[in-house]
């Protein structure tokens, strides 16, 4: 690789980097550069100068860098790629029916997800945990999650396949982490040291080796995963000796399901941003010439805390008579009420009746410059 090629390909990389994470382009060079150690482009272009060269552990550094940022971005994006990998998760994905309710169900970071039309049903990955039911409305008598027999099928399902994603993560962990020794003593599967007592970082409590070990390393206290759990408090000044034991009622309440409603679906929230975005596109769209645009882009919109609006319309931008008809009908179908005064104020431009005889900005913009230039008192610009 010559060495403008690679300075381009550096640039390329920025640019996919930029494309992926939806920032400028130049935002993407400086953080290039910063992982090459430098401040940013600019300084890596001028070391480049003075015969600076990526070496290729650095180029393939960058790239790396820059492959990592695409999954999630190309999966918005509609990359084929991610979209082919997508459909193949999707497909992996169970269908199935429970009575005349189609389902799927699928497996993700070690959660058991079904989901049927307006409902779901996750099992935790965390064998002490209470399965989650999910509706978008309270029963109305539309979501057979509420059907005590269609949920007690369903949930063993899904419990089935909890099962099975328990014994992979047991087949990945030593043997030792899932079956204590005659002492108790049990590994920990991510930091491989060995104890019969453990400590939740997140609840203060004693865990025994058995205890954790059953419950996949995850607290039965308080639920938090194998992260949180050590075999020294180390946060504790006594190292946890003055910490109690977890209360060992594993048999709470686990098989019932948590009921949760959670509306996710779209819904529109009308806010004064919002209803000034919609009224002032509304405007734009009674402009007729860019004087008129002007007054649309320049107009004072207020919106009450009943959604009403109150239009200020400058008076040399727009003309007093003028109906805004499109505000009107925006306004009818948001059922809003709309205000409309005149004032008079500093327009940013003199002139304003330039902008009324062409609907050209860049036209606008000639003769309005013209116009200034004609004022101008330097002496270069004596006419
Ligand atoms: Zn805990």
Redesign the pocket.
């Known amino acids: 690789m010559t060495e403008t090629t690679k300075l381009n390909s550096l640039k390329h990389l920025a640019k996919r980097y930029a494309r992926a994470k939806r920032i400028t382009q130049n935002q993407a060079l400086n953080l290039v550069a910063e992982k090459l150690g430098f401040a940013d482009w600019t300084k890596l272009v001028s070391a480049n100068k003075k015969d600076w060269r990526p070496s290729s552990e650095q180029m393939e550094g960058v790239e790396a860098f820059v492959a990592n940022a695409f999954p999630a971005a190309d999966f918005q994006a509609g990359h084929p790629d991610v979209m082919a990998r997508r459909s193949a998760y999707l497909d992996d994905a169970e269908h199935g029916m429970i009575g005349d309710h189609p389902y799927r169900l699928l497996v993700t970071l070690h959660d058991i997800i079904m989901m049927g039309d307006g409902w779901s049903i996750a099992v935790p990955e965390n064998p002490g945990a209470r399965p989650i039911v999910q509706t978008v409305t309270e029963d109305d008598g539309k979501f057979p999650v509420f059907d005590p027999e269609f949920l007690q099928e369903a949930l063993s399902l899904a419990r089935d396949r909890a099962d099975r994603v328990h014994g992979e993560i047991s087949t990945d962990w030593p043997r030792r982490s899932t079956k204590p020794d005659h002492d108790g003593v049990v590994r920990h599967p991510l930091w491989g040291d060995e104890s019969a007592v453990w400590y ?1 970082l ?2 203060d ?1 004693k865990i025994t080796g058995t205890q954790i070990a059953q419950n996949l390393w995850h ?1 039965p ?4 995963s194998p992260l ?1 759990i050590f075999n020294t408090a180390f946060w504790c000044e006594d190292e946890g000796k003055s910490l109690s034991p ?1 209360k060992a009622d594993g048999a709470k309440d686990n098989d019932k399901p948590d009921f949760r409603v959670v509306d996710d679906r779209p819904k529109l929230e009308l806010n004064a941003e919002k209803i000034t975005l919609l009224i002032r596109s509304a405007l734009l769209d009674d402009a007729t010439n860019v004087s008129e645009r002007l007054g649309a882009l320049h107009a004072e919109i207020t919106v009450d805390d009943d959604n009403d609006v109150w239009i200020s319309l400058e008076e040399d931008l727009w003309p007093h008579d003028k109906e805004p008809v499109q505000v009107l009908i925006v306004a009818t179908q948001l059922g809003i009420e709309v205000e409309l005064e005149t004032t008079w104020s500093t327009v940013p431009f003199h002139w304003p009746g330039l902008g009324e005889i062409t609907s050209s900005t860049s036209e606008y913009t000639q003769m309005m410059l013209e116009a200034y230039a004609r004022y101008d008192s330097s002496p270069d610009n004596d006419m």
Do not use: I, L, N, P
């Open positions: 939740c997140h609840c409590e607290c206290g308080c639920g938090a949180d977890v």
